[in-house]
DNA sequence: GATCGATAGTTGTAGCATCCAACTAGTTGT
DNA sequence: ACAACTAGTTGGATGCTACAACTATCGATC
């Protein structure tokens, strides 16, 4: 049974795809509206990327995040002003600095991330566990799908 | 098989979600700058609705698109000003116009459309029907539930 | 049918996120 | 030691958004 052409498929997804754009990415905005740590809501992902994959030099950092370098050099200036990111010198090299969360950063990235995944966890609270898992499943081959594909064109 | 509690597949989900929000944004930002219809990536939202869902009053649209009435309201007026979007008086209420696309304006839709089509379709090429109906069936369901749920937050 | 509170939409202002381009300072190869 | 390169910062510009103040209309009530 397939009625539905590889187009008809892509405009339905298409459709999903911009909707839900719009409802994260608003939903991200009042998240980090209401939070206040002084902490920017694009800050934030850095410092979650510090946190969870380590410390790394800035244009490391901005690729982590598919960011431009620019962009990254003034939020994590307004981190480390908040003193949640620390910039140590890159002892092999005097232009670079390395950038690693603090202990206050990583206090405030888990308390974000406990509030996000209330949350969510509320948002799933009626999914079978079965989509649950396929859904996150589906969404981050997506995801990977689209760094590998999306970027090289 | 659930070694996986509420709360870990919510911060899983949580990432897929902050991964998946930076990486379409990017990709919905250089599609824009590459089209040059002269149509704001933003604006194109409010077309699609438009054309899809048909006319309706500025508030309305606000509503659909989950933005702040002032914002739509300059968005429609860089549609109107390319010809997309029509501003037809609301018999029924001498405040309020009823917007609806234009001729042209559903040109450009469909234009679009396709070939957002293609490059979703591009990214769904190597997955088994299956998997890509499973997608489009369960992330059509989270934002559903985002809306009514996140809405009352 | 005049008055006054609600409502539709516009415009002013301000903030964040982002990018490109120009610049500074340190590095590396010849 | 000089030239070509690279890491990061800063300046300038744009897009998207929201909130607040304002104008013009509507509607209910007296």
Redo the contacts between chains.
């Keep these: 049974m397939?009625d539905?052409t590889?187009?008809e498929?892509?405009?339905?997804?298409?459709v999903?795809?911009?909707?839900?754009?719009?409802?994260?990415?608003?939903?991200?905005a009042q998240c980090q509206a209401s939070h206040e740590d002084g902490i920017e809501r694009a800050s934030y992902?850095l410092l979650?990327c510090l946190v969870t994959a380590g410390p790394r030099r800035t244009t490391a950092l901005a690729e982590s995040?598919?960011?431009d370098t620019s962009t990254v050099s003034r939020q994590v200036s307004a981190l480390v002003q908040h003193g949640l990111v620390e910039r140590r010198p890159d002892p092999a090299d005097g232009r670079a600095c390395i950038l690693a969360a603090t202990a206050t950063g990583e206090r405030v990235y888990e308390r974000n991330?406990r509030v996000?995944?209330?949350?969510?966890?509320?948002?799933?609270a009626?999914w079978p566990?079965q989509?649950?898992?396929?859904?996150?499943e589906?969404?981050?081959?997506?995801?990977t799908?689209?760094?590998t594909?999306?970027d090289q064109r």
Excluded: C, M, P, T
């Design positions: 397939s539905a590889d187009l498929i892509a405009d339905r997804l298409g999903q795809l911009i909707r839900f754009l719009k409802l994260v990415g608003k939903a991200g992902a979650a995040v598919h960011s991330r996000r995944n209330g949350y969510v966890a509320e948002l799933l009626d566990e989509d649950r898992k396929q859904f996150i589906l969404l981050s081959r997506f995801n799908q689209f760094e594909k999306g």
